[in-house]
């Protein structure tokens, strides 16, 4: 059976910088990832705030740079889904739907997935007016009226994003005020055709074929109102992919996998790095310093093992 020093599962900029540093370290590395390698990053059209870019860099664009940075040094890439993880004696088998590998560590990189409301209508209408990616559907609304549900940087981005498209975004938020940073808050309220809805959250979601229109429900009065929209961008946060793992290493009750600060997991030879793991700031430059992090340390624990 194939064996590989560090096995890296996501290809975001959390495991694509972890692949770097691996490979560059002339470790035996191979990057496994479901679908396009980015992650996130890949679904943002605009990132302003990664160091070295001073005029900004498509996130599209980013990412296939880290890949073709990590496979210059030597990083293998395959495009397969990873069923399983499970823990050997000396080693970790990593079951894919193209067969198994053997490694002495694995590094997840696998990210997060953004969360779901859990009301009426959001799943009836998902693909007919209900998106989680504004940089994949925004093009879609052209000219419409669309809403976006959320007070972060992630929302008011994909905000300012749909401006560009459509004819009114309205941000629904449950508070008086954003939690996003100052900067993007006061590009959105300078922006004349984004419209906020405070003290709000969306109630049900309702239309035809596509979506028609949100029922508003007030958090200070519980009062209803209707909103009259084509499509609803919901960014309420994100749920971590660490299914493969949480039985073999300590997760939080969010569900995130809890590291230390060379990102080891309660299990040896296991490490997280990125959204998947708990953090304060999850941001491309936080996601690329861990999987840095992450590949010196499964480098040590591969010389430990070499020296038993």
């Known amino acids: 059976m194939e064996k590989q020093d560090i096995i890296i599962i ?4 959390a495991g ?11 470790l035996k590395t191979t990057l496994i990832e479901k679908g396009m390698p980015g992650g996130l990053v890949a679904n943002t059209e605009y990132i302003e705030n990664y160091p070295g870019f001073p005029e900004g860099i498509g996130g599209p664009e980013l990412a296939m740079q880290m890949q073709n940075q990590a496979m210059r040094f030597g990083m293998e890439f395959k495009n397969t889904n990873v069923e399983s993880i499970k823990k050997m004696e000396n080693c970790f088998e990593v079951i894919t739907e193209d067969g198994s590998i053997n490694t002495s560590t694995v590094i997840m990189a696998t990210g997060a997935s953004p969360r779901m409301l859990g009301i009426e209508g959001e799943g009836e209408y998902h693909g ?7 940089t994949c559907d925004g093009a879609l609304f052209r000219d419409k009226d669309v809403c976006v549900i959320g007070g972060g940087d992630a929302a008011v981005e994909e905000a300012l994003f749909l401006t560009k498209f459509t004819n009114k975004v309205y941000i629904i938020h449950r508070r008086g005020e954003l939690r996003a940073t100052k900067y993007l808050q006061e590009k959105a309220m300078n922006t004349s055709n984004i419209e906020f809805k405070w003290f709000s959250i969306i109630d049900k979601i309702e239309g035809e074929a596509t979506v028609k229109k949100a029922i508003l429900k007030d958090t200070r009065d519980e009062s209803l109102s209707e909103l009259s929209i084509d499509g609803v961008f919901i960014y309420i946060g994100t749920k971590p992919a660490a299914n493969l793992v949480s039985d073999i290493v300590k997760i939080n009750s969010n569900g995130y996998i ?3 600060e060379e990102m080891k997991t309660s299990q040896s030879g296991i490490y997280a790095v990125g959204d998947v793991r708990e953090k304060t700031l999850r941001q491309v430059v936080t996601a690329v310093s861990d999987g840095a992090v992450a590949a010196v340390s499964a480098e040590k624990y591969i010389e430990k093992l070499a020296d038993k």
């Open 10 to 13: 996501g290809g975001g900029p």
């Open 128 to 134: 007919r007016g209900v998106s989680y990616c504004a």
């Open 258 to 260: 809890v590291t230390d």
């Open 16 to 26: 694509l910088a972890s692949g770097i540093y691996a490979a560059r370290a002339a």
